[in-house]
């Protein structure tokens, strides 16, 4: 004999339930599935909220640090610059570029 039970804890004999038990079951499992999308959905606001406030600690540090580092970079470019004018220090070039791992052409 198959013995099982609904939602409500009734017992049914071999399975089969009444349209009121399967009725039951249907709202058991909606009510269990509302509650789910709602404890998700307040998940998300939250996730929203915090994504907003990474978005604007990220805009302050590129607001912060983006003029810096373009002063650094057109520092470099000034010195690359600078290197490869006719004139320099051979040995600086050298020191240089070996220690950028740079292949030198020695013209």
Known sequence: ??????????????????????????????????????????KFNGLTEELGKVNGIVVRIENGQGQKLGVLLNGYKQNAERLERPGVNLKLRVAMEMK????????
């Open 100 to 107: 950028q791992g740079a292949v030198m052409d020695l013209k």
């Open 1 to 42: 004999m198959d013995i099982s039970r609904t939602a409500k804890g009734r017992l049914l004999l071999n399975g089969t339930m009444t349209d009121k038990d399967l009725l039951e079951l249907v709202a058991v499992q909606a009510d269990g599935l509302i509650t789910r999308m709602d404890r998700l959905e307040a």
